[in-house]
């Protein structure tokens, strides 16, 4: 660990969020770290009164590009909810609050 959101902290996340898509919903995803088009569309819909680790990965990645959730606890609620509104507004896509497909190609793709 350096303290650094680089390239092996993206592949980590992305292996984390895999693991927990073919836990979660039998995604069969190869758990590689890589970002791809099957891993986009095994991503599930992810809201404010969520919890678990798919949430805790969230919480980490939007830290990691900046936006403080205040808190890293794998319980969506107001500060996720808030940092994630941040994050969709500075990229561009509607601020509905709510992780999406898109939402999560942005975040790792």
Same mark, same amino acid.
């Given at each position: ?16 969020? $895999?693991?927990? #898509? ?9 758990? =590689? %770290? *890589?970002? +791809?088009?099957? @891993? ?18 969230? $919480?980490?990645? #939007? ?9 890293? =606890? %794998? *319980?969506? +609620?107001?500060? @996720? ?29």
């Amino acid at each position: 660990m350096d303290g650094y959101y680089g390239p092996d902290t993206k592949k980590a996340l992305i292996k984390g969020f $895999q693991t927990e #898509l073919n836990k979660q919903y039998g995604a069969k995803n190869n758990v =590689d %770290g *890589i970002w +791809g088009p099957q @891993t986009k569309a095994a991503s599930p819909n992810v809201r404010e009164g969520a919890k678990g680790n798919i949430t805790y990965i969230l $919480q980490a990645a #939007l830290y990691m590009e900046g936006h403080n959730p205040h808190g890293i =606890d %794998g *319980i969506f +609620g107001s500060g @996720t909810e808030i940092a994630f509104k941040a994050f969709q507004r500075a990229t561009g896509i509607p601020a509905d609050g709510i992780a999406c497909e898109n939402s999560f190609a942005k975040l790792f793709g």
